[in-house]
């Protein structure tokens, strides 16, 4: 890949970093997408400042600092990936990549060193650990020498073991951060960490409340406050947490309602109990207006909140909530676009996910369902879309008001959404067209396929099944027809709708052992002779079509354990092979991920470099075939009785 670098199972450092994502490298900068969807991380080229290396665990990480102070990490790179990505990142980014080793002696004796928002503890001029200071929740001096740091712990769902404060000593000899009569260093250590983590005194005021918010998930009625780094939930239970944790904000008005959803995605979610939430909805009145003043000081907001937060608000509450989120999150907002309108002139489709009704949002880069469950489906990571016409019990579902939408994933999860009214398809199907989705319907049926089937009024639908039993009841032909219907599914229609006779058309064998039976309800035996008779050709074939497989069943034989092994392809050659190698390269990958990569391999070989594995493939099928023709000769006498007995 001349133009671009992208890597599998890269880990994100620093908060919540323990998710997989995809990492892709090009001239633009640095993106990385988290495995599912969820948290973006996008670096641009001209916001780096330098790129190094670092040797960790099984891997190498490589740690990205930016001209505004921060660090970015990613982690699980292979050797091999470091050399040829230092050539790429030197050309196209503009830096030279640096190697930076680890302090590995196990001494705790340093120094300690501020560079932008990063805390580096420093052994024999090499790192031993880093901190991000924007963790840091609070510092004080504890004695005379010694700097206490605790740090921020939320209710998101992060790994088992975080880090909940830290101790640092600082003698008066060290010659970074010199004291004098009045402050020892320690305290000028303490005052520079305060400054640069902007943090507070614990339980300080928020910069912005809004009282008893409607929020659907987690469900009740909470006291929301805003403050610099975090954000609390009141209510029945109570929730804080970190902006670093916030990934996006939605604002998604209802149709024809009086009340519009805000939706804060976060990653990783959060947990009460054993059930976790990775969006929190809220629902705001549309038409209710607030007015509020921000309880911060001027000096930050005209520094480090120079155009991300005004002194005064007014307008409609869920506005002024958002932006104020907005501004000390840095969160980005979503918003529907004007490329979809449904046929009532809204923003969503009507629709039920796992026997729930809400609203379906067909968004720039995702599919939106609100309000439970809260589920969000980026485009990306959708596989296909399928429509699927559907009708209730008894009825075709050629004349059904209603059709399914089946999102099928690329991971193999699929989201069934179902009752949507056909006046919404062609604007589903128009959208869903342009976004370049693939549509399963139109590669296998033809474009018109779902189209003509949802066409007409109400009242219009025809079923062809019913209207050639129609014809036969006229006509008096009733025979077998070589026409499929394309509606019946004999595995899962066989217990039938409330219409469905087939429950009672087995009853007439008990006449056949004795006609007592008959004899004594002779009006309601003629009444099942005729409603029998009517049923259509299939329900027939059916029923012959499973007394055969019944009876290939029985003589089914099982397998014999000492018959010879069969033959390996080519392909399992080279996949016996190189999975080894590749789980070795690529720690913590799937199964499903080490077969994808092998068969994308062996597709990409040429016929030389398959020619050593269909050389073995040769070998063991003349193997095989020489062994089953002992085998055949060894086994003729008893197959020969085995047949004439069965005759």
Not at 179 to 206: H, N, T, W, Y
Request: negative net charge.
């Amino acid at each position: 890949m001349g133009d671009a670098h992208q890597f599998n199972n890269i880990l994100l450092g620093g908060r919540g970093g323990a998710n997989p994502g995809q990492l892709k490298i090009s001239s633009k900068g640095f993106s990385w997408r988290k495995s599912g969807g969820g948290k973006v991380v996008d670096v641009a080229k001209d916001d780096v400042k330098s790129v190094s290396w670092t040797r960790v665990s099984r891997s190498y990480q490589m740690s990205i600092r930016l001209k505004a102070g921060s660090n970015v990490k990613f982690t699980g790179f292979r050797e091999q990936d470091v050399s040829s990505l230092n050539t790429f990142i030197t050309s196209n980014i503009g830096v030279t990549p640096q190697d930076k080793p680890l302090a590995v002696s196990g001494r705790n004796w340093g120094e300690a060193e501020l560079e932008g928002n990063t805390l580096s503890f420093v052994v024999g001029g090499k790192p031993a650990f880093e901190i991000c200071v924007a963790d840091i929740s609070n510092t004080q001096v504890q004695g005379k020498n010694d700097v206490q740091m605790e740090f921020h712990v939320d209710d998101t769902a992060n790994e088992k073991d975080t880090l909940m404060e830290m101790s640092f000593h600082v003698p008066s000899t060290n010659t970074t951060f010199v004291g004098d009569e009045e402050r020892a260093s320690a305290q000028v250590f303490c005052d520079k960490i305060l400054s640069m983590a902007d943090v507070g005194p614990a339980g300080g005021e928020a910069v912005a409340a809004f009282e008893t918010v409607n929020v659907l998930t987690p469900r009740g009625r909470y006291l929301v406050e805003l403050h610099l780094s975090f954000l609390r939930l009141f209510g029945a239970s109570d929730f804080k947490i970190q902006y670093t944790s916030v990934a996006r904000l939605f604002v998604l008005p209802r149709s024809a309602q009086s009340s519009t959803y805000v939706v804060i995605t976060l990653d990783p979610p959060i947990r009460k109990g054993q059930t976790f939430y990775p969006h929190i909805v809220f629902q705001y009145p549309s038409e209710e207006i607030t007015e509020l003043t921000p309880l911060i000081s001027d000096e930050l907001l005209n520094t480090k909140y120079k155009d991300r937060l005004a002194p005064q608000y007014k307008g409609l509450s869920y506005e002024v909530f958002v932006e104020i989120l907005r501004g000390l999150s840095g969160a980005g907002i979503t918003k529907p676009g004007t490329k979809f309108r449904s046929s009532q002139e809204g923003y969503a489709v009507r629709a039920a996910l796992k026997a729930e009704e809400g609203l379906l949002y067909p968004l720039e880069k995702s599919f939106f369902f609100l309000p439970k469950p809260p589920t969000l489906i980026v485009y990306e990571e959708i596989d296909y879309v399928e429509f699927e016409r559907h009708g209730a019990a008894g009825t075709s579902s050629m004349s059904s008001k209603n059709f399914d939408l089946i999102l099928r994933l690329k991971t193999d999860q699929e989201h069934l959404f179902r009752n949507i009214s056909r006046n919404e398809y062609h604007s589903l199907f128009k959208f869903i067209s342009e976004k370049g989705l693939k549509i399963l319907n139109f590669q296998t049926q033809g474009s018109s396929a779902v189209a003509e089937a949802l066409q007409g009024s109400d009242d219009e639908g025809v079923d062809p099944h019913l209207e050639r039993i129609r014809i036969a009841r006229a006509t008096g032909d009733e025979g077998d027809s070589d026409e499929e219907d394309e509606d019946f599914v004999a595995d899962k229609d066989d217990e039938g709708s409330p219409t469905d006779d087939s429950g009672e058309e087995e009853e007439p064998d008990a006449s056949d052992s004795g006609g007592e039976q008959q004899d004594e309800r002779p009006v309601k035996k003629d009444k099942k002779k005729v409603e029998a008779s009517q049923k259509p050709a299939a329900t027939k074939k059916k029923k012959k079509d499973e007394e055969g497989d019944g009876d290939k069943k029985k003589k089914r034989r099982k397998k014999d354990p000492n018959a010879p092994k069969r033959a390996l392809s080519g392909f399992m050659y080279f996949s016996l092979a190189e999975r080894e190698n590749l789980k070795k390269s690529t720690p913590g990958i799937s199964f499903k991920d080490v077969a994808k990569t092998l068969g994308e391999r062996w597709k990409a070989m040429s016929k030389d470099e398959k020619e050593p594995f269909e050389s073995q493939a040769r070998v063991d099928k003349e193997r095989y075939t020489k062994q089953m023709q002992g085998y055949n000769k060894g086994n003729a006498g008893g197959s020969t009785a085995d047949d004439e007995s069965s005759d």
